[in-house]
């Protein structure tokens, strides 16, 4: 919403009332306040109350009378707002790349590293594969949070080439190699028994997990635009993750942290980042090398919790998994959350997802808030971020 000078009749520097509802701290979603701004300062309000789920009721010169309930509800005559059609608004993301490469026309990587995630004592196999870009015509670009898709070798049992399957991407735009033609990704082999007793092995990911470097792979993408991040260095960002849903963790924490990659940017992160990790024993904490060393090196910034379902105890005595963590700090969560600029991003399994729903609504409730209110707020805010598969 904008309100025009020349409708106002006013100076840049003219008062206005503006009455909104939505998420205010410590109170239910409903409650309505009025702000009184500066014309000046109109803009980065409604961005902000935009940001936290508000909805701005009306906006009056100051000094007329606006109603403090929803105009919908108020039996009076609503004051005029001063106001002008709102001006279109260019989508979010709109310069991110989508889809470069597509199924019928993929690009052919190639292989320059594949290695083991899982530390000793882990279970499961997980490997890190980087893949070379250079010569794609046109390049095949991504920014964090975007997925490629793999076209695995071979054919189906009906004799059909392979379908594409996707993954997150786990290197930031410019590469591990910061040369800006490469990306990697975060695998791990999927295994199960199937109703005979049978061991089976996951077609692309058992491909993706043996492949040798110098092979050439089929990619297509990037797609996905749900889990990027705002270009706001001032943002909080909140990571829940479990097994490789740690990739697009990775990237954003990679983009905040790592010196080169702060250099490349010209993006400095001010805000607080905590990572929720999940993981069965300590040997499946990926990358968490990186992440305690990026918890040394910037401890007013970064904040790493792990969740160890082997090996830790919750309060009753049961495993601990990640959502027992966000229930052990939900009034520090609920704190950020409060905050307009927070984010919170999920990515993992999506047996995870009622775990975390449940865990959020009981800390929504110990505030008095009901979280099947507030998190499609969120979601409608773009401030509450899923990817689970």
Request: charged fraction near 20%; glycine fraction near 10%; aromatic fraction near 8%.
């Amino acid at each position: 919403m904008r309100v025009s000078v020349a409708t106002a009749g006013g100076t840049f520097s003219s008062l206005f009332t503006v009455v909104a509802s939505g998420i205010q701290a410590g109170s239910g979603p409903s409650v309505v306040q009025t702000y009184q701004v500066a014309m000046s300062g109109l803009n980065n309000l409604y961005k902000r109350l935009s940001a936290s789920g508000a909805r701005i009721i009306s906006v009056s010169p100051a000094g007329e009378e606006s109603p403090a309930v929803p105009v919908a509800a108020s039996s009076a005559p609503a004051p005029q707002a001063v106001t002008s059609s709102p001006a279109p608004k260019k989508k979010p993301h709109a310069n991110v790349p989508v889809n470069t490469y597509k199924p019928k026309t993929p690009f052919l990587g190639t292989v320059t590293e594949n290695y083991s995630l899982v530390e000793e004592g882990g279970i499961g196999r997980v490997q890190h594969i980087t893949f070379d870009l250079s010569g794609g015509d046109p390049q095949l670009q991504y920014v964090e949070g975007q997925s490629i898709g793999i076209i695995p070798e071979g054919e189906d049992a009906n004799g059909k080439p392979h379908k594409l399957r996707l993954y997150s991407i786990a290197s930031t735009r410019h590469g591990d190699n910061y040369q800006d033609n490469t990306v990697s990704l975060c695998v791990r082999q999927l295994e199960y028994k199937n109703e005979a007793g049978e061991q089976i092995y996951g077609v692309c990911s058992t491909y993706l997990c043996d492949i040798e470097p110098g092979s050439k792979v089929k990619i297509t993408g990037p797609v996905g635009k749900e889990m990027l991040l705002p270009n706001d260095e001032d943002a909080n960002i909140i990571m829940l993750a479990t097994g490789t849903g740690i990739a697009p963790m990775r990237t954003y924490i990679r983009r905040m942290f790592e010196p080169r990659e702060r250099d490349a940017n010209g993006w400095t992160f001010r805000g607080k980042a905590w990572l929720f990790m999940g993981a069965p024993k300590t040997g499946n904490l990926l990358y968490d090398a990186d992440f305690l060393h990026y918890e040394k090196e910037f401890p007013d910034n970064f904040r790493y919790t792990k969740a160890i379902s082997r090996e830790q105890q919750n309060a009753k005595g049961g495993r601990m998994y990640i959502q027992d963590r966000v229930l052990e700090h939900a009034d520090e969560i609920f704190a950020m959350i409060e905050n307009p600029k927070t984010h919170v991003y999920m990515c993992g399994l999506r047996g995870m997802e009622p775990g975390i729903d449940e865990a959020m609504t009981a800390a929504a409730a110990a505030k008095g808030l009901d979280w099947s209110e507030l998190r499609p707020q969120l979601k409608k805010a773009d401030r509450w971020h899923v990817e689970t598969y």
